[in-house]
Nanobody, 123 residues
Framework: VQLQASGGGLVQTGGSLRLSCAAS????????MGWYRQTPGKQRELVAT???????GYADSVKGRFTISRDNAGNTVFLQMNSLRPEDTAVYYC??????????????????WGQGTQVTVSS
């Protein structure tokens, strides 16, 4: 699975950006796609997820401001970011998860990452 993220940039506080993540390759059986973000010196944190069934989840810090969605084919995932704040500044990474085989009684999951796109919100 290859993930190509785009849409980052520089925006003022209160502005909006829309990130896109196009998946290609062996995309069958991807069950969850999402966005994570990371700032220097901090761990990567979950921003939003969407399942193959369309269920969504969000970090508390972005609820009501960010919306995750996908196209009808399920190959591209979007993150609409509104009311941006300086604390949203980070590198945003697209993620895809595929279930793998069961080993030793546990499901192995395969995680794939995009290359990251910088989002900078100026105050």
């Amino acid at each position: 699975v290859q993930l190509q993220a785009s849409g980052g940039g520089l925006v003022q506080t209160g502005g909006s950006l829309r990130l896109s993540c196009a998946a290609s390759g062996s995309i069958f059986s991807i069950n969850v796609m999402g966005w994570y973000r990371q700032t220097p010196g901090k761990q990567r944190e979950l921003v939003a997820t969407i399942t193959s069934g369309g269920s969504t989840g969000y970090a508390d810090s972005v609820k009501g401001r960010f919306t995750i969605s996908r196209d009808n084919a399920g190959n591209t995932v979007f993150l609409q970011m509104n009311s941006l704040r300086p604390e949203d500044t980070a590198v945003y990474y697209c993620n895809a998860n595929k279930p793998g085989p069961i080993q030793n009684g546990m499901r192995v999951n395969f995680n794939y990452w995009g290359q990251g796109t910088q989002v900078t919100v100026s105050s």
